[in-house]
């Protein structure tokens, strides 16, 4: 079954330093990954996705993630990580193909901030 | 650029009574639209998509039921709400690219209090 992990439910780093979240995949085929951003009481913003080609994915806010097929890992980075970067973190996946609409997400990674 | 509205933003509503959540979609044509419930750490689970007006999928058999009137709108509704029913219900959009690697892009929310 096609599936999505976040094996972190719950991450506590200091202002400045870095992050890596980790999120894991399960399909029959390189997926279409996805990760969002959902801060309290808000929907999901898409931070960065990951269709094809390089593997090293940039997006918004400074974050980026990394395409590993060895690893059926699609992993979450940021250098320094600002106060304003506290939020729940959600991994998604869809399988490759047409007609692919549909989403699996991890459970969340919830990340705190300590200033 | 395309927008996503939802309403209302809260809403507490008794058991046994009626619901309806509206979501409505501006700056694109024919999108797919989604409607998932993110319940307390249970992550988000996918109730309805619709990739045109009369074609809507249900994922999960439950009490709701979703609607789409016109090509942007998609509205979801309860004729008896239970209290499970509780939680953070997000519409999404995206452009049902036929080759696969949609992105989908989600509304600010409702969240819904069952008493």
């Known amino acids: 079954a096609q599936s999505v992990t976040q094996p972190d439910i719950h991450i506590t780093v200091s202002e400045g330093a870095s992050l890596e979240l980790r999120c894991n995949y399960s399909?029959?085929?390189?997926?279409?990954l996805f990760w969002y951003v959902q801060s309290p009481g808000q929907g999901l913003q898409l931070l960065l996705k990951?269709?094809?080609?390089?593997?090293l994915v940039q997006g918004i806010k400074g974050f980026e993630a990394e395409f590993k097929r060895s690893q059926s890992s699609f992993n979450l980075r940021k250098p320094s990580v600002h106060w304003s970067d506290a939020a729940e973190y959600f991994c998604?996946?869809?399988?490759?193909?047409?007609?692919?609409?549909?989403?699996?997400f991890g459970k969340g990674t919830k990340l705190s901030v300590i200033p | 650029s395309q927008t996503i509205h939802q309403w209302p933003a809260t809403l507490v509503q008794p058991v046994g009574s009626p619901l309806s959540l509206e979501c409505t979609v501006e700056?694109?044509?024919?999108?797919?639209l989604y409607w998932y419930r993110q319940a307390a750490g249970r992550g988000l689970q996918l109730l309805f998509y619709s990739i045109g007006i009369d074609q809507i999928s249900s994922e999960v058999p439950q009490n709701l039921s979703a609607s789409r009137p016109q090509d942007r709108q998609f509205i979801l509704s309860s004729k008896k709400l239970l209290l499970s029913d509780s939680g953070f219900y997000l519409c999404?959009?995206?452009?049902?690219?036929?080759?696969?690697?949609?992105?989908?892009?989600f509304g600010p929310g409702t969240r819904l209090t069952v008493l």
């Open positions: 399909y029959g085929a390189t997926p279409y």
């Open positions: 990951y269709f094809s080609g390089d593997t």
């Open positions: 700056g694109t044509s024919n999108p797919n």
């Open positions: 998604a996946g869809s399988p490759p193909g047409a007609g692919s609409y549909q989403l699996t």
């Open positions: 999404a959009w995206s452009a049902g690219l036929a080759g696969g690697g949609d992105t989908q892009y």
